[in-house]
């Protein structure tokens, strides 16, 4: 992995060791390319955090998300199959996605657009 994600990547998780890194960006790669990120923001919309992951898309300020938001954010099922292709537990899984996933969409959102091209407004 390199680029901006990787450097971030490295910062936050760099004793859980380069596999894990790798195994867990390419599960935010998968997950934020199609209709992913529209998924994470109908799911952000349910759980009242629609202002925070918007502000990741794109240009400007990353509002920071807790462990306790990334719970009500993402479905047991999503977080259990980022523990299965990690092999991390769900304690030390998701302080790291609170850290990494505002990056991750950040960084999967260039100028406030999505992966297909749609303005984040729209999305």
Do not use: C
């Not at 990547?9 to 004793?15: D, E, R, V, W, Y």
């Not at 977080?79 to 990494?100: R, Y």
């Amino acid at each position: 992995m390199s680029g901006f994600l990787g450097n971030i990547m490295n910062s936050a998780l760099g004793a859980l060791g380069s596999q894990v890194q790798q195994k867990l960006g390419g599960s935010f790669g998968e997950f934020l390319n199609g209709p992913g990120l529209q998924m994470l923001l109908n799911q952000a919309r349910n759980a009242g955090l629609e202002d925070k992951v918007r502000s990741w898309i794109g240009n400007g300020e990353n509002l920071p998300i807790s462990t306790d938001e990334i719970r009500n954010l993402l479905s047991d099922q999503q977080i259990q199959t980022l523990v299965s292709k990690t092999g991390l537990p769900a304690a030390t899984l998701l302080p790291a996605l609170a850290t990494l996933l505002p990056h991750a969409v950040d960084h999967h959102t260039p100028n406030g657009t999505t992966p297909d091209g749609t303005p984040a407004e729209n999305a």
